[in-house]
């Protein structure tokens, strides 16, 4: 057993068990949260965040976030909670889109796609205590499963243990999958994987603890696994945190941390992260990188909110001179419920010999949630 290891049991016995009292759960859309001075928990069936909404997460979506509801004239709402009986509940998310990118020295590149479909089902097989979930990215011909687990729910919702395939529990969860603090520490909507986790929430406190293939969804390749923590601390107007992770693999060991924070001013909610990386590599050896992400939110007027993002990220903290920028603005508008369309502009900047990392991109959204 390595000494980082070993460290890491330490840290995560101890979080755990100062936490066996106190928890919450984590966010996923981290502004909203902010913005609102609630806990993401509230409005995702997940214990982490994302994914299928709640009843109270799908009234939230059509009552606070369009700029108006629509319905009949003189009819009352009639809002959408995903609740098909006492056993079952749905939900999804459609988006598609256009983007432009321009790399220096190349032509022009642009295209219009459904970006993605994504269905959830919740089956309680014992009402508040024992239920199924399933969160599937649906294609035409090649359905992909993004998590499938058992969940089991103790001591009044503040303690849940879940097993099979799962988004880990790490960091900031932003839509943005695209962002350097998604990317590099390589979870993300895409990389959800298979294993074992344990949650502990109430009050203020949030605290999950994960064991894990370490393969990202990809089949087993060897004895190690990765584990995950996080800790965090909601108050209405601010909240901070931690993540831990280890992964013990045969090419490579990868230990990372970060911590994290957001923070109401007026009708601007703020984000920031600071991730550190170390790989021990069997064959490249030791290397360290970083990343830090700070967003600005601001709810200009209903249904509308400015975005903008700045990200940096040096690969090699031993190299000079290596290191890349992200600048992102973007609108958000929610003209009525179930409707989202999202208008931006990103500028990269990397070395002057990667062109790829000087392009701009141009986009536009749409997004259907239920």
Same mark, same amino acid.
């Given at each position: 057993?390595?000494?980082?290891?070993?460290?890491?049991?330490?840290?995560?016995?101890?979080?755990?068990?100062?936490?066996?009292?106190?928890?919450?759960?984590?966010?996923?859309?981290?502004?909203?949260?902010?913005?609102?001075?609630?806990?993401?928990?509230?409005?995702?069936?997940?214990?982490?965040?994302?994914?299928?909404?709640?009843?109270?997460?799908?009234?939230?979506?059509?009552?606070?976030?369009?700029?108006?509801?629509?319905?009949?004239?003189?009819?009352?709402?009639?809002?959408?909670?995903?609740?098909?009986?006492?056993?079952?509940?749905?939900?999804?998310?459609?988006?598609?889109?256009?983007?432009?990118?321009?790399?220096?020295?190349?032509?022009?590149?642009?295209?219009?796609?459904?970006?993605?479909?994504?269905?959830?089902?919740?089956?309680?097989?014992?009402?508040?205590?024992?239920?199924?979930?399933?969160?599937?990215?649906?294609?035409?011909?090649?359905?992909?499963?993004?998590?499938?687990?058992?969940?089991?729910?103790?001591?009044?919702?503040?303690?849940?243990?879940?097993?099979?395939?799962?988004?880990?529990?790490?960091?900031?969860?932003?839509?943005?999958?695209?962002?350097?603090?998604?990317?590099?520490?390589?979870?993300?909507?895409?990389?959800?994987?298979?294993?074992?986790?344990?949650?502990?929430?109430?009050?203020?406190?949030?605290?999950?603890?994960?064991?894990?293939?370490?393969?990202?969804?990809?089949?087993?390749?060897?004895?190690?696994?990765?584990?995950?923590?996080?800790?965090?601390?909601?108050?209405?107007?601010?909240?901070?945190?931690?993540?831990?992770?280890?992964?013990?693999?045969?090419?490579?060991?990868?230990?990372?941390?970060?911590?994290?924070?957001?923070?109401?001013?007026? $009708? %601007? /909610?703020?984000?920031? !992260?600071?991730?550190? #990386?170390?790989?021990?590599? =069997?064959?490249? @050896?030791? *290397?360290?990188?970083?990343?830090?992400?700070?967003?600005?939110?601001?709810?200009?007027?209903?249904?509308?909110?400015?975005?903008?993002?700045?990200?940096?990220?040096?690969?090699?903290?031993?190299?000079?001179?290596?290191?890349?920028? $992200? %600048? /992102?603005?973007?609108? !958000?508008?929610?003209? #009525?419920?179930?409707?989202? =369309?999202?208008? @931006?502009? *990103?500028?990269?900047?990397?070395?002057?010999?990667?062109?790829?990392?000087?392009?701009?991109?141009?986009?536009?959204?749409?997004?259907?949630?239920?």
């Amino acid at each position: 057993m390595t000494d980082r290891f070993s460290v890491f049991l330490g840290f995560a016995t101890i979080g755990l068990c100062a936490c066996l009292v106190v928890s919450a759960p984590a966010f996923a859309e981290p502004y909203l949260a902010v913005a609102k001075g609630m806990k993401c928990g509230l409005c995702h069936t997940s214990p982490t965040g994302g994914g299928k909404r709640t009843p109270y997460g799908n009234i939230f979506a059509q009552q606070e976030l369009p700029a108006k509801y629509l319905s009949r004239a003189g009819a009352a709402p009639n809002y959408w909670t995903g609740e098909i009986f006492k056993y079952l509940a749905v939900g999804g998310d459609l988006r598609g889109g256009w983007n432009q990118t321009s790399v220096p020295g190349q032509p022009t590149s642009s295209n219009a796609d459904l970006e993605e479909f994504l269905a959830y089902v919740e089956v309680r097989l014992i009402p508040r205590y024992l239920s199924l979930y399933l969160d599937w990215k649906l294609r035409p011909d090649d359905p992909v499963p993004r998590e499938e687990y058992l969940r089991l729910t103790l001591w009044s919702g503040r303690v849940y243990v879940r097993g099979g395939q799962f988004f880990l529990p790490y960091g900031l969860r932003i839509q943005d999958d695209s962002a350097f603090m998604r990317q590099i520490p390589g979870i993300n909507y895409n990389t959800p994987d298979t294993g074992w986790e344990i949650g502990l929430e109430h009050g203020d406190w949030s605290a999950q603890l994960a064991i894990t293939r370490g393969t990202a969804g990809g089949p087993e390749i060897d004895s190690g696994k990765q584990y995950s923590m996080r800790l965090s601390y909601v108050r209405p107007t601010w909240r901070a945190g931690g993540s831990f992770s280890f992964n013990d693999s045969s090419i490579g060991d990868r230990q990372m941390q970060n911590i994290f924070a957001g923070l109401k001013t007026g $009708r %601007i /909610s703020w984000l920031v !992260e600071f991730d550190y #990386i170390i790989d021990d590599g =069997t064959s490249t @050896g030791r *290397r360290s990188s970083w990343t830090s992400f700070i967003e600005a939110n601001f709810a200009a007027w209903r249904g509308h909110n400015f975005k903008l993002s700045y990200e940096y990220f040096d690969p090699d903290v031993d190299v000079s001179e290596n290191q890349q920028n $992200r %600048i /992102s603005a973007v609108w !958000e508008y929610f003209p #009525i419920q179930f409707l989202q =369309t999202r208008v @931006g502009y *990103r500028r990269y900047d990397g070395i002057p010999q990667n062109p790829a990392q000087n392009r701009d991109q141009l986009f536009i959204e749409l997004h259907v949630p239920f």
